[in-house]
């Protein structure tokens, strides 16, 4: 089991930035990829990010290239969002999610609101 809290979500003017984390605990090192995801109100939840935990491979959604950075530290085992140029079509629950030979697990998500 991998348990997963994400924090740094809040509200911000569109054109501005925020920055999530998600710090991971338990049977970490059976990660593969940890990411990101979100859920607007009225919508399936979406990729935005991720990252192999072994070789550092990064994947994004057309949407946020450019804007988003996801960023690793194995070490701490936290996986981190950096959101920039915000619009108000990011807004969303953000959840965390990892990737691991026990199974895909979820945090329980933190609300970014981008006001325009």
């Known amino acids: 089991q991998v348990q997963l809290v994400e924090s740094g979500g809040g509200l911000v003017q569109a054109g501005g930035s925020l920055r999530l984390s998600c710090v991971a605990s338990?049977?970490?090192?059976?990660?593969?990829?940890m990411g990101w995801f979100r859920q607007a109100p009225g919508k399936e939840r979406e990729f935005v990010a991720t990252i192999l935990r072994s070789i550092g491979r990064i994947l994004y959604a057309d949407s946020v290239k450019g804007r988003f950075t996801i960023s690793r530290d194995n070490a701490k085992n936290t996986v981190v969002l950096q959101m920039n140029n915000l619009k108000p079509e990011d807004t969303a629950v953000y959840y965390c999610?990892?990737?691991?030979?026990?199974?895909?697990?979820w945090g329980q998500g933190t609300q970014v609101t981008v006001s325009s």
């Open positions: 338990g049977r970490t090192s059976s990660t593969v990829a």
């Open positions: 999610n990892a990737q691991s030979s026990d199974g895909t697990f």
